[in-house]
């Protein structure tokens, strides 16, 4: 799971704006900032209850299927 996390933070951060990677570095070096954007990371995951299904974060369908539903969401 954590390195859907990962991922999904990242998506996060492209979809607001923060392409290049010293932008995202400098906007996570803020707590609060990074907080906030790992914490709804998080929640969109949680909400994804195909997920956690039998072998669910071993599945490469769906890992696309968590990919596609953070690029169709905002924060």
């Not at 933070?9 to 995202?24: H, M, P, S, T, W």
């Not at 929640?43 to 071993?58: A, I, N, S, V």
Request: hydrophobic share 40%; glycine share 4%.
């Amino acid at each position: 799971m954590d390195m859907h996390l990962l991922l999904s933070v990242d998506l996060f951060l492209e979809i607001e704006g923060k392409k290049a990677i010293n932008q995202k570095i400098e906007f996570l070096n803020n707590k609060d900032n990074a907080f906030k954007v790992f914490s709804g990371a998080n929640d969109h995951m949680e909400k994804q209850q195909y997920l956690f299904e039998r072998r669910g974060f071993y599945s490469s369908p769906k890992t696309k299927k968590l990919i596609e539903s953070i690029i169709s969401h905002r924060m």
